[in-house]
């Protein structure tokens, strides 16, 4: 139910034919119309920013190895791992993507677990399996994390220089799915107990690749946000021009009330609060964007504060606007 209302929030954008050009073009008009009532020339908006991030390189977490070649093959054969660490020590199984390396780590903790508790494995085995898989359990996280910033789908879905555009429900269902997932992997990686259950990620592999909406929802949220702090700028800016005390000509001020009506009531304020309930639907399964990397945070968070602030601050500004002319917005 939960994840159909967010399918619902994220399909109306889609119906409602907002996009980033339309918003855009309408903030531009925006930002126009009110220079002109002022008299005063319009402030510059700023270019877009694409949301992009460090190379892989520098996010990319080399993972010390730990060596299970030389514990007794045969009685692994007993408890069904040795098949799996023949498997990841051949020449396919060496040239993997993060997200089966990552699989390949949670079938390993899932094989080892099973060893642990086969009760003809030798005493010796099974401390030497314990302290692997304590050791195999510390790194998960650093898997983790080099899935989330060095696979290419990841760094697909969290870098993007385009609006969000998420077409229907059943599309928005599979990669709110995936995202959940994600997140889960996070916390589980992170819980450093034996008993967690891990799943595999590579069931979500191609979709969070195709479907970058991490990516388009930072990229909307910041660069509107910009956008409109230079229009809340502009209508501070040339405040004292707009007269409305009594026995005073109230024109400029009628012509800017028909303008926040006509743009920011009817245009622009549906649009950033349907971006606003889309990101609000994503942010509980948004903490790995946070401490998913020991050295780096994905700053998804940080444009929404943005964003929130820039609305409130526009919103604020025509508050006071109205109240000092005592006037209401709905003529």
């Known amino acids: ?3 159909l209302l967010i399918c619902l929030s994220i399909a ?3 119906s409602c034919n907002f996009n980033r050009n339309h918003i855009d073009q309408t903030l531009q008009t925006y930002l126009y119309r009110i220079s002109n009532i002022q008299e005063h020339p319009a402030f510059v908006l700023p270019d877009d920013r694409s949301i992009t991030l460090p190379s892989k390189q520098t ?3 080399d993972i010390p190895r730990v060596s299970i070649s030389l514990i007794n093959s045969y009685e692994l054969r007993k408890c069904g ?10 020449i396919l199984g060496k040239v993997q993507d993060q997200f089966r390396n990552y699989d390949y780590q949670v079938k390993l903790n899932d094989g080892l677990k099973g060893c642990i508790q086969n009760p003809n494995l030798s005493k010796s085995l099974r401390s030497q399996l314990i302290e692997i898989q304590a050791e195999k359990l510390s790194q998960l996280p650093n898997h983790l994390s080099n899935l989330l910033f060095s696979s290419d789908a990841m760094r697909k879905q969290l870098q993007s220089s385009n609006e969000l555009s998420i077409h229907g429900p059943k599309e928005s269902s599979i990669i709110l799915e995936a995202i959940k997932q994600i997140d889960r992997a996070f916390s589980v990686s992170n819980n450093q107990k034996i008993s ?3 799943r595999p990620l590579t069931p979500y592999q191609e979709v969070l690749d195709k479907q970058p909406i991490l990516g388009m929802l930072s990229y909307t949220m910041l660069n509107t946000s910009l956008k409109l702090q230079i229009v809340t700028k502009q209508l501070k800016e040339y405040d004292n021009i707009i007269l409305c005390k009594n026995n005073r000509d109230r024109t400029q001020f009628n012509y800017l009330r028909n303008v926040f009506n ?3 009531i009817g245009i622009i304020q549906p649009y950033m609060a349907k971006v606003d309930s889309i990101y609000n639907d994503l942010n509980p399964y948004l903490d790995f964007t946070n401490a998913g990397h020991p050295e780096y945070r994905y700053p998804i968070r940080e444009y929404h504060q943005i964003f929130r602030e820039a609305t409130l ?3 604020k500004y025509w508050q006071v606007l109205f109240k000092r002319c005592g006037m209401s917005p709905i003529q």
């Open 262 to 264: 006509e743009f920011f």
């Open 196 to 198: 967690v259950v891990l």
């Open 313 to 315: 601050d526009h919103v």
């Open 59 to 61: 996010l990319f977490i």
């Open 81 to 90: 791992l040795f098949s799996l660490i023949a498997e990841r020590n051949s």
């Open 1 to 3: 139910m939960r994840i």
């Open 12 to 14: 109306m954008i889609t």
